[in-house]
C-alpha cells in the first residue's frame, strides 16, 4: 500500500472521515448490542476501533501544532 504524504492531506476531509467513521462505529456498535452474539460482528467492531485510531493519529500529525500565546 503506498504511503501517503501527510503535506498532502486535507485536514478538512480527514476529519470529516474521521467524524463519518465514528457516526459507522456508533450505528454499528448499537446494532450490535440489539444481536445474538455473532462472531463476525466482534471482528468488525475490533476493525471499526483499529481504523478510528489510526485516523485520529493522522488527523493529529496533519493539524498545526498549537502554539500557545503564553510563549509569545
Not at 465514528?22 to 454499528?28: F, I, N, R, T, V
Not at 448490542?33 to 485510531?53: C, E, H, M, R, Y
Amino acid at each position: 500500500m503506498p504511503e501517503i504524504s501527510i503535506d498532502k492531506v486535507d485536514t478538512r476531509k480527514l476529519a470529516r472521515v474521521y467524524i463519518a467513521l465514528a457516526l459507522a462505529q456508533d450505528e454499528a456498535k448499537r446494532y450490535a448490542w440489539k444481536q445474538l452474539p455473532q462472531p463476525g460482528l466482534l471482528s468488525v467492531l475490533n476493525s471499526l476501533d483499529i481504523t478510528a485510531k489510526l485516523l485520529e493519529e493522522a488527523l493529529q500529525s496533519a493539524l498545526p501544532e498549537k502554539t500557545s500565546l503564553r510563549h509569545q
